[in-house]
């Protein structure tokens, strides 16, 4: 199941399901995944299929939208690509089963690639 972790203003993790693509972020209230920033913009990125890979692609947002720290027009996403848009960091995992909060939460506030994260207690990516 492809899903994202979204680090919230709160400092809560949450954990959506992309069911279906296109998938757009942004702002605006009609985005299937709203995040409530000034630095968002209304449509900020997409995630599409593009030849069976899913890729994020910036929508000509005015801040960008980030993958591993580099500011992308489009990237093919790999297990535990970190996504950054606007102030809210983004995980994105090809993982099965269900993550519990705890470490969805840990997913998106440690540093670095997914591989170099234990992943004993999480399940298997």
Same mark, same amino acid.
């Given at each position: 199941m492809t899903r994202l972790i979204v680090l919230q203003k709160s400092g809560s993790a949450k954990q959506i399901n992309v069911v279906a693509t296109p998938f757009v972020i942004g @702002? $605006? $209230?009609? $985005?299937d995944l709203v995040l409530d920033n000034q630095l968002v913009s209304r449509t900020h990125a997409v995630l599409e299929t593009v030849n069976e890979a899913l890729t994020v692609r910036d929508l000509h947002s005015h801040n960008g939208t980030y993958v591993n720290g580099t500011r992308i027009d489009s990237a093919i996403l790999r297990n535990g690509d970190e996504i @950054? #848009? !606007?102030?809210?960091q983004i995980r994105f995992l090809a993982?099965? !089963?269900? #993550?519990?909060? $705890?470490?969805?939460l840990r997913l998106v506030t440690e540093p670095g690639k997914l591989a170099d994260i234990d992943l004993q207690r999480i399940g298997k990516a």
């Amino acid at each position: 199941m492809t899903r994202l972790i979204v680090l919230q203003k709160s400092g809560s993790a949450k954990q959506i399901n992309v069911v279906a693509t296109p998938f757009v972020i942004g @702002r $605006a $209230a009609t $985005a299937d995944l709203v995040l409530d920033n000034q630095l968002v913009s209304r449509t900020h990125a997409v995630l599409e299929t593009v030849n069976e890979a899913l890729t994020v692609r910036d929508l000509h947002s005015h801040n960008g939208t980030y993958v591993n720290g580099t500011r992308i027009d489009s990237a093919i996403l790999r297990n535990g690509d970190e996504i @950054r #848009i !606007g102030d809210y960091q983004i995980r994105f995992l090809a993982t099965k !089963g269900q #993550i519990l909060d $705890a470490d969805a939460l840990r997913l998106v506030t440690e540093p670095g690639k997914l591989a170099d994260i234990d992943l004993q207690r999480i399940g298997k990516a």
